[in-house]
Nanobody
Framework: QVQLVESGGGLVQPGESLRLSCAAS????????MTWYRQPPGKQREWVAAISTDSSTAYADSVKGRFTISRDNAKNTVYLQMNNLKPEDPAVYYC?????????WGQGPQVTVSS
């Protein structure tokens, strides 16, 4: 099973930026479909962004134009650059790796947006 270790969460003010990282174990990262989800307080988990093995990307409407997902296959890492954070963005953010017979989740760093 692929292990995912996330980092980069924290507390920021509205309008500021954060970058989340998700590092994967093993040697199949380049063949894995990577996704970011988030779970706001008291709400269900929701899909945020995805990046395929050929680096094609897709975004939820709520983050389109503000968030950017990217991957570095040499570092086995997927990133979520979050710009212009808004009061509706606070959540626990999870990365997910799928493919080659695995489906793994990260532990979920907390992102807080508060003035």
């Amino acid at each position: 099973q692929v292990q995912l270790v996330e980092s980069g969460g924290g507390l920021v003010q509205p309008g500021e930026s954060l970058r989340l990282s998700c590092a994967a174990s093993g040697s199949i990262f380049s063949r894995s479909f990577m996704t970011w989800y988030r779970q706001p307080p008291g709400k269900q988990r929701e899909w945020v962004a995805a990046i395929s093995t050929d680096s094609s990307t897709a975004y939820a409407d709520s983050v389109k134009g503000r968030f950017t997902i990217s991957r570095d296959n040499a570092k086995n890492t997927v990133y979520l650059q979050m710009n212009n954070l808004k009061p509706e963005d606070p959540a626990v953010y999870y990365c997910r790796s799928r493919g080659s017979g695995h489906d793994s989740w990260g532990q979920g760093p907390q992102v807080t947006v508060s003035s």
